[in-house]
T-cell receptor, first 112, second 114 residues
Framework: DQQVKQNSPSLSVQEGRISILNCDYT??????FLWYKKYPAEGPTFLIS?????DKNEDGRFTVFLNKSAKHLSLHIVPSQPGDSAVYFC???????????FGKGTHLIIQP | DTAVSQTPKYLVTQMGNDKSIKCEQN?????MYWYKQDSKKFLKIMFS???????INETVPNRFSPKSPDKAHLNLHINSLELGDSAVYFC?????????????FGDGTRLSIL
């Protein structure tokens, strides 16, 4: 039972363009959503989060959009840089629960 | 300085053995976690500890037991290892419980069962 879904296993984007990574969820109890970036042989690194009471959060080149009625969020990276090539995980937390529920990840490849 | 460190990075052992993975965080966080990333690449929560109290156990077999000697450490002991235990295990920590607190992860321990 996948409560957080990332339906694109991989995405290829040209350097300088916008990268858009998508995430869908099914659990209405999720109140926070987080994006993590992961390089091979390293642990996930926190990028940006958004509360369910907001529809947008921005941090530098990274912006997360939340559409609560569609149970959909997206991460925009602009402009995309070669160092952005990594696996991106969407994660969610529900209320006071501590564990994060992760999607399967999207492998972003930035082409020169 | 490494914020969340796990040892060993690689662990190869035979079925039936007992092994431990250590985790330490120097961030002063009060909550620590263990996640398992299986062959399908899903990261799934196994345990979390807050102030030395277990607060989540996501139907993990009782062969797995977390032990926290203090707030900065959460070790994972695994008894009678099985083939299905082969995975990457990640330790993480955060300040506070839930409510979107970002979790900081270690680099993982790749466990291979022969």
């Amino acid at each position: 039972d996948q409560q957080v879904k990332q339906n694109s296993p991989s995405l290829s984007v040209q350097e300088g363009r916008i990268s858009i990574l998508n995430c869908d969820y099914t659990n209405s109890m999720f109140d926070y959503f987080l994006w993590y970036k992961k390089y091979p042989a390293e642990g996930p690194t926190f990028l940006i989060s958004i509360s369910s009471i907001k529809d947008k959060n921005e941090d530098g080149r990274f912006t997360v959009f939340l559409n609560k009625s569609a149970k959909h969020l997206s991460l925009h990276i602009v402009p995309s840089q070669p160092g952005d090539s990594a696996v991106y995980f969407c994660a969610a937390s529900a209320g006071g629960a501590d564990g994060l529920t992760f999607g399967k990840g999207t492998h972003l490849i930035i082409q020169p | 300085d490494t914020a969340v460190s796990q040892t060993p990075k690689y662990l190869v052992t035979q079925m039936g053995n007992d092994k431990s993975i250590k985790c330490e965080q120097n961030l002063g966080h009060d909550t620590m976690y263990w996640y398992k990333q299986d062959s399908k690449k899903f990261l799934k929560i196994m345990f979390s500890y807050n102030n030395k109290e277990l607060i989540i156990n996501e139907t993990v077999p009782n062969r797995f037991s977390p032990k926290s000697p203090d707030k900065a450490h959460l070790n994972l002991h695994i008894n009678s290892l099985e083939l299905g235990d082969s995975a990457v295990y990640f330790c993480a920590s955060s300040q506070g419980r839930g409510h979107g607190q970002p979790q900081h992860f270690g680099d993982g321990t790749r466990l291979s069962i022969l």
